[in-house]
Each structure stands twice: as structure tokens, then as C-alpha cells.
């Protein structure tokens, strides 16, 4: 299998770890830079970070500090226009699939205002990622708050997942594919970029295939984020959609869809 991404370790503490992974995924494996690939995934101890040596840039994922941590102690709540999309009330806890879990910001701020939520991150390199940050953070009271009643991670394809019905049901299922590539190319933040060349635009079917089975799967809604003036994903219409600054959110309540 033809990889874009090497796993590069340095640490010896780390080696065997890192060159598992990289084994048991058909990943290129190197213990100096530069390495043959521009991203690569660096282990470190108690880190992992990917980097993309074309922009000179890196991303990792901490769920302890930064922007996502001040967000969960300062952030807006229930007023949130993600959250109303999904439907969080006081009274309505819904337990959430974030079947696209990426760095996994969405489904903290989810599980934040009270929500079981499952994580499923197809790319092994992004759920190594979030696994190691959930265990890095599990002595994090902020973090054991934010997630007490359940986030719990797959690997998978989501659209099998749903399909095969790896855990029993939820509520909503929540839905942020990959971008479409842009016709005009703005400026996208580098943390994006990385991603990008990590895992490339979403197409029109990948897109209708996963709504197609969360809407099989989920028992009250799926919500879909998009850019604000993308087009909807093939299928059905939303039943609504709510905007944010640059961000549109298309709701598919499930009663109203049948
Ligand atoms: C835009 S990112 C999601 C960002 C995420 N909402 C966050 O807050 O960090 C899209 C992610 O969806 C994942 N993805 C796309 N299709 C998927 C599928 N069929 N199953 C699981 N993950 C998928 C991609 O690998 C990528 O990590």
C-alpha cells in the first residue's frame, strides 16, 4: 500500500510502540529526519504530534489546556448554535455518535454540556491521536467533568459501524466530513491543511453514503456541518438548518424524515 505519512521516533522509550503502529498499518517507519514523506507522525513520549514539513507546521491534540480547554470552562452552553442543532436542553441529553471525530473538538464540546458521546475516526493515524490524548487527560478533573457520562473511541468506518451496528443505537448522529475542495483557494488555517493532506477532500458519495446509514441509525436526529453556502449532501432535504458565522449546521429530524 502506497502510505503519504511516515512514522518517525526518535525516543527509544517509544520505538516498539512506534514502529507497531507503523507496522500494523502499512506505514513507513524511520528513526531520524528528514524523513522520505512530508507529513510525518512523531512519537514522543507523552506526545504525538503530525507534522507537514511542505508548511512547517505541526498539530497534536490536548484535551488539558489551550483554546478547548478555556472553551469548556468559559464557552457558551447550550446556547451554542452546535448545540441547538443537536438538540442539548436542560432536559434533553442526547447521546451523540461523532461519526466523523477528527481531533475529536466537537465531540468534547458535546460531551461538555452533558452527553454521552462516541467517537468513530476512520484514519488510524487521528484515532492514535485521540486515544492518546483521552488517556493522557483521564487524571484531568476539567476532562473527567466534561466526558462523566461516556466518550468512549472507535476506530472504524463510520458508515460500517452504523451499518453493522457496532454498538447498539444513539440518539443523534452527528456528521463533519472533510470539506469540499474549494474552487477559489482562501487561506485555510494550517491545522486544516494538515489534515487535508492527510486525508483529502470528502467526495459528494462518501458524503451521501454516511447519511444514508446515520440516518438508518439514528433514533432522534443526524446533523451535518457544512460551510455556509455549500451545496446539501445528496439525499434527503434537512428538515432545518441553523448558521453560525461560517458555518451552516442541516438538520434531519428522523420523525419528520419518515
Ligand atoms: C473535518 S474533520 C472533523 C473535525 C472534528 N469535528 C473536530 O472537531 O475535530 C473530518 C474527519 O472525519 C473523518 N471521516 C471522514 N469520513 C469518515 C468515515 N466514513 N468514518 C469515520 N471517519 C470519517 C476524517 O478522517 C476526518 O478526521
Partial sequence: MLSNITIYCADLSKREQASAFAN?????????????????????????SLHDSHINSSISIDFTSGGLAHRLQYGGGKGQTIAKAIGISSKNKPHILDATAGLGRDALILANLGSKVTLVEQSPVLAEMLKQAIDLAADNPLFQQATGAGFELYNDDAALFMDNRIIDGCDVVYLDPMYPEKKKTALVKKDMQI?????????????????????????????????????????????????SKKTRYDVYVIKTLS
Fill in 24 to 48: 500494523n498499518n502499512n506505514y513507513l517507519f524511520a528513526t531520524a529526519l528528514p524523513v522520505s514523506t512530508a507529513l510525518y507522525l512523531s512519537f514522543e513520549e507523552n506526545s504525538l
Fill in 195 to 243: 489534515l487535508q493532506q492527510l486525508i483529502g477532500h470528502s467526495t459528494a458519495e462518501q458524503n451521501a453514503r454516511l447519511l444514508t446509514a446515520a440516518i438508518a441509525f439514528a433514533s432522534q436526529r443526524v446533523v451535518v456541518k457544512r460551510p455556509k453556502n455549500a451545496e446539501n449532501i445528496n439525499g434527503p432535504a434537512p428538515t432545518m438548518s441553523l448558521h
